[in-house]
């Protein structure tokens, strides 16, 4: 098809000479990159530093021993050690529970990890006081993981148990090199040339997974890139939506390749406009799920249950991320994309607690992290994926903080393009006469 004739020419080098096409580009861009830059670097740049809270259940199962006549209970001194610990009071957020109520923390998410003191613990410290024994055997704490909480927060976990494990290896050994220099002078007799070895460095840490994480799961990130999935089909299925709209009511030209085709202008308001593209959203968030489970499962092969929930939730949550951008759209216009890619992705994804943990990110993104819809959909498909579904592990709160996102953007949309619609702020062009061609 040739050019029209009557269109008014630019050449190239008249184009890039208009401060029109560089003042915009440069300005949009550069704040984009330099605001992404102050929030992803932002939120990772310290994490151990901006450690604060950090969830580990501390479980003490000593049963105490007695040693001529004295009655010693190892376990209850270092708890009360741990706790007590100045360089780990901010940090961490023990939980002092028993070891079933410790596997139920581990099975919900609520906990990184646990440090468990067993019920031989002060038995297997007096041993090796003790006179000489051919296998001593050497006193263990139980160091358990779970990389389903988020892989990074249980390494930071698991790194300070066994910190704590070492601190209480050398307090241990100088109160039993003490003992053992005493029982010398007493004439009581030394400790057997095996149990002197150990003394040095007594406390051994035993480090187990607390929840089993399949091993088709990321390492724990499975959650995070499908969560991701589901945000971004919502966030770009609503611009291809509104695009696709817009070129059937011939606001905007279809080009395919060279191919240029203009559908004659037909006029609708912004309600009906929003309320059209927001059917579509709901209805094809249905396909969208189906098939990224489908890619995920199916062919991927990525460990997950409860097919029939997954699904459902990831239409839900693909429909209500897509709601909200299509309410960005229909508020702020051409602006809106940007705004809707600030809103669900670079605001969100740093606040998501997928990678790193909420308790080892700046405050800011902490209260962040109450609201944007990112994380709520990270914690939905990590509890399916990973603890069952209990509602209990995050899905209950996603579920409803989906419902309220989904209620307050369809309001917000509708409201606002009521506005636009009654102030007579309409989309349709005017048409506008051609220019006559020249005598």
């Not at 209850?76 to 940090?91: F, H, N, P, V």
């Not at 019920?119 to 001593?136: M, W």
């Not at 990590?382 to 509602?391: C, D, N, Q, V």
């Amino acid at each position: 098809m040739s050019e029209p004739t009557h269109l008014l020419r630019v050449s190239a080098r008249g184009l890039l000479r208009r401060r029109g096409v560089w003042l915009p580009s440069a300005v949009i861009l550069g704040l984009l990159s330099f605001v992404l830059s102050l929030l992803y670097l932002g939120a990772n740049n310290d994490p151990v530093g901006s450690t604060k809270d950090l969830p580990i259940a501390l479980v003490n199962t000593d049963r105490g021993t007695e040693v001529a006549g004295e009655r010693i209970d190892m376990g209850a001194r270092i708890t009360a050690r741990i706790t007590g610990s100045a360089d780990l009071k901010e940090k961490v957020d023990w939980k002092q529970v028993d070891r079933r109520t410790a596997d139920d923390l581990l099975a919900r998410g609520k906990v990184f990890g646990a440090l468990v003191i067993p019920d031989d613990f002060s038995a297997s410290v007096a041993a090796l006081a003790g006179p000489a024994r051919n296998a001593p055997h050497p006193p263990t704490m139980t160091v358990l993981t779970n990389p389903a909480a988020g892989s990074f927060g249980s390494s930071m976990a698991a790194e300070i148990n066994r910190e704590v494990v070492a601190t209480t290896s050398t307090q241990v050994g100088r109160e039993l090199g003490q003992a053992a220099a005493h029982q010398a002078k007493a004439g009581a007799g030394a400790p057997g040339a095996a149990a002197q070895l150990m003394i040095a460095d007594p406390v051994k840490a035993s480090v187990q997974e607390g929840h089993h994480l399949g091993g088709h799961s990321g390492l724990g990130l499975s959650a995070f890139f499908y969560a991701l999935v589901l945000v971004l089909g919502g966030m770009l299925g609503a611009n291809v939506i509104h695009t696709q709209v817009d070129t059937a009511l011939g606001y905007l030209a279809s080009d395919k390749g060279p191919f240029r085709v203009v559908k004659p202008a037909q006029h609708t308001s912004r309600v009906h406009h929003f309320l059209v593209c927001s059917a579509l959203m709901v209805v094809l968030s249905m396909l969208t799920s189906a098939l990224a489970m489908a890619a995920a499962v199916g062919v991927i092969g990525i460990d997950a249950s409860h097919l029939p929930l997954l699904w459902i939730f990831g239409a839900c949550a693909t429909a209500a991320m897509g709601i909200t951008a299509l309410a960005l759209l229909a508020v702020f216009g051409t602006p809106g994309p940007l705004i809707s890619m600030l809103v669900l992705i670079g605001l969100a994804i740093p606040s998501a607690g997928a990678t790193i943990p909420l308790q080892a990110l700046p405050d800011f993104y902490r209260f962040l992290a109450g609201f944007e819809p990112f994380r709520q959909v990270v914690d939905g498909v990590r509890s399916i994926l990973y603890f069952g579904a209990r509602t209990d592990a995050g899905l209950g709160r996603a579920w409803t903080m989906i419902g309220v996102g989904f209620a307050v953007s369809l309001a917000l949309g509708l409201a606002l393009t009521r506005l636009y619609d009654r102030r007579g702020l309409h989309r349709s062009t005017p048409h506008l006469p051609q220019p006559l061609p020249a005598a």
